[in-house]
């Protein structure tokens, strides 16, 4: 099995980013013990602040690979065009959030993406990643 984790705008700063909000675990550090609790799927990482650049991903690899983990940050509550980038492929793809969107601003409530992914997974921290992986086993 094949899943690609692509992280979105600001999430490279995870670890020194508001961690009241977002922990204090980079998330390479994080990647490394998804990486050994799960030998048996290859699982790989992108980190874009680039919109397009995350389109440009996932047209890239939707076609053949297993899976996507997705959290494209704030793009997720303005990004038509990455909505439509999932709806074009064939992998699915699970939204990830590391805060509960629904439990900060009102802007951050709606998401564009959403609809288009297998489901979503928002407000377990880090955990969410490895929530997501669990759900294509």
């Keep these: 099995m094949e899943v690609l984790i692509i992280n979105g705008p600001n999430l490279n700063l995870l670890g020194k980013r508001e961690p009241d ?3 204090n675990e980079s998330f390479e550090s994080y990647l490394d013990s998804l990486i050994r609790d799960y030998p048996q ?13 995350i389109i440009d991903k996932i047209h890239e690899v939707g076609f053949s690979i297993d899976g996507i983990v ?12 990455i909505a ?8 699915p793809v699970i939204e990830v959030h590391i805060s509960n969107i629904h439990a900060r ?3 951050r409530h709606h ?3 959403a609809k288009n992914c297998l ?5 377990f921290g880090l955990k969410s990643y490895k929530l ?3 759900s294509f086993r």
């Design 21 to 23: 909000v977002y922990g």
């Design 132 to 134: 997501a992986i669990e």
């Design 111 to 113: 998401s564009f993406i």
């Design 84 to 91: 439509d980038a999932i709806a074009a492929i064939s992998t």
């Design 41 to 53: 799927i290859n699982i790989s990482y992108f980190q874009s602040n680039s919109e397009g650049a």
């Design 119 to 123: 489901g979503s997974i928002c407000g």
């Design 105 to 107: 601003e009102a802007v």
């Design 70 to 81: 997705l959290n494209a940050g704030a793009y997720t509550h303005t990004s038509l065009a």
